[in-house]
């Protein structure tokens, strides 16, 4: 896309300005020249066509607040949320525009020039009008094609974006207008973000591993290459708004930040089976409050496939597994005995290993005493960090089913743990029920985050809990979206 033209199917839209960054660029669209006369709107041999001005403005100065809340809200950076400084811009209904003067709002006698308007990228944009009439649409696409979130006022008055510009970045804005009279004008605007500062980037790793299906249990991880403190919560809305999930069929899903360099992301309730799950970072040239910009950095996409759940009853002494919420098998199993006790709660699959050795010590058990191990394990699935396994278990057969025996995995037959390893993959969902055992963490073994109540996970997200932003006006940008 080109910063001097750009063209709409249905409408002629003329005069392209950069009304913010380091370059600035007038034209017209083709086959249109602009108007000669003299600057601050003025059309030689127009002057009774339906024109409008329009403000585009920054805030700069320090003095004055967003009249729109935004700055106060944490989606802009506080040193940008000051006073406004602006551009003018003529919209008629053959769109071309002429650019006036910068006019400092603080009151300075000194104008800016309009070819050098350098500008931050954390700062907001504002599109508003000088006289009576009103905005009937604001378009804005960066230099991929890709929108740029922004809200319109009810009234019609003002448009100002809800998500951060990125720098080092092309925009291109379409605006469409009615004056008083209802009779519609038009303008195209094209600028150029300042690039962003010399230092290094933060970016993101996506989990898990891209171009796999996984259970409906599975956890959206970003791992930051640059820690971002809790007490920068505006940095974090502002890093949390950048990283998109997206997902068919669409689910309602939030960020949790984990610790200062990491995030988990899951849906309100499990995957639905055979979703197509889409994750990317806006973070390229994003201002992230003191901590500098985004960089670059690689999407992710994998699908889920049917729903299995594997529910074992410690009490009962018997594991049921589900495909879609179908049973589809029953399986004795033995759990964990007195002072082994089997964690309760939601686990999900983290790999599959044929066979392992298991060793009493390797989980606390010395060497030499009555409850040390060292046995070669067939079909084991894994689902904590720390040595939690489900099992083929032969020396227990006439203990499973009847009594718990185990020092803390999910022992069954060898033909049942076969079935069990070919049938389940990573992500399905695994839960433990009346065990009397410890619950699951959430975080530090594996994929606990089930356990977490949705209330309790969306207080983990900087963007604020249901309670705090009833709206969803802060939420929306990193919530999971649709995509159909």
Not at 24 to 32: D, I, K, Q, S, Y
Not at 139 to 157: C, I, K, N, Q
Request: some cysteine.
């Amino acid at each position: 896309m080109s910063r001097a033209q750009w063209t709409q199917p249905t409408k002629k839209w003329g005069a392209v300005a950069a009304v913010t960054g380091a370059m600035l660029v007038v034209a017209a669209a083709p086959g249109t020249a602009p108007a000669a006369g003299p600057s601050h709107g003025t059309f030689a041999g127009h002057a009774k066509e339906a024109a409008l001005t329009l403000l585009v403005g920054r805030a700069v100065d320090e003095g004055h607040a967003s009249p729109t809340g935004q700055c106060a809200a944490g989606t802009f950076g506080p040193a940008l949320c000051g006073g406004w400084r602006e551009q003018r811009v003529r919209a008629t209904a053959r769109g071309v525009g002429s650019l006036q003067e910068e006019v400092p709002l603080s009151g300075s006698s000194r104008a800016a020039r309009a070819d050098a308007l350098p500008t931050d990228s954390g700062g907001p944009l504002e599109i508003t009008l000088a006289e009576p009439g009103h905005l009937t649409d604001v378009t804005v696409r960066d230099g991929s094609g890709r929108h740029l979130a922004g809200h319109l006022g009810p009234d019609g008055e003002r448009w100002l974006n809800t998500e951060p510009l990125r720098a080092g970045e092309d925009y291109t804005v379409q605006v469409g207008a009615q004056d008083a009279a209802g009779r519609p004008v038009g303008v195209t605007m094209a600028f150029t973000t300042a690039p962003p500062s010399a230092g290094s980037r933060l970016t993101v790793d996506f989990g898990p591993l891209p171009g796999r299906t996984y259970g409906a249990g599975e956890i959206v991880t970003a791992a930051l290459s640059h820690p971002v403190p809790a007490a920068d919560r505006a940095a974090r809305a502002r890093l949390e708004q950048a990283l998109e999930v997206t997902s068919e069929p669409h689910v309602e899903g939030a960020w949790h930040w984990v610790d200062a360099s990491t995030l988990h992301f899951r849906p309100r309730a499990y995957w639905p089976a055979h979703t197509v799950v889409r994750v990317r970072s806006g973070l390229d040239g994003v201002q992230i409050g003191e901590h500098g910009y985004g960089g670059p950095s690689e999407p992710l996409e994998f699908t889920v496939g049917d729903r299995i759940e594997a529910v074992t009853d410690s009490a009962t002494h018997e594991m049921t597994v589900r495909r879609n919420g179908r049973v589809i098998r029953t399986i004795p199993v033995t759990t964990g005995k007195a002072g082994f006790r089997t964690r309760s709660g939601i686990k999900v699959v983290l790999g599959k290993e044929p066979k392992v050795r298991m060793r009493g010590d390797s989980v606390g058990i010395k060497r030499g005493t009555k409850e040390f191990y060292d046995l070669p394990v067939l079909y084991a699935t894994r689902v904590t960090w720390s040595g939690e396994y489900i099992h083929a278990a032969p020396w227990s057969v006439e203990a499973q089913g009847e009594e718990n025996v185990s020092h803390g995995c999910t022992g069954m037959s060898t033909e049942d743990a076969a079935w069990f390893f070919e049938t389940v993959r990573e992500g399905d969902i695994v839960e433990v029920v009346n065990s009397g055992g410890a619950k699951m963490a959430p975080f530090d073994n594996g994929f606990g985050d089930w356990n977490v109540d949705w209330r309790t996970w969306l207080a983990g997200s900087a963007l604020g809990s249901a309670d705090e932003d009833p709206q969803g006006s802060l939420g929306t940008a990193s919530r999971l979206h649709p995509t159909t």
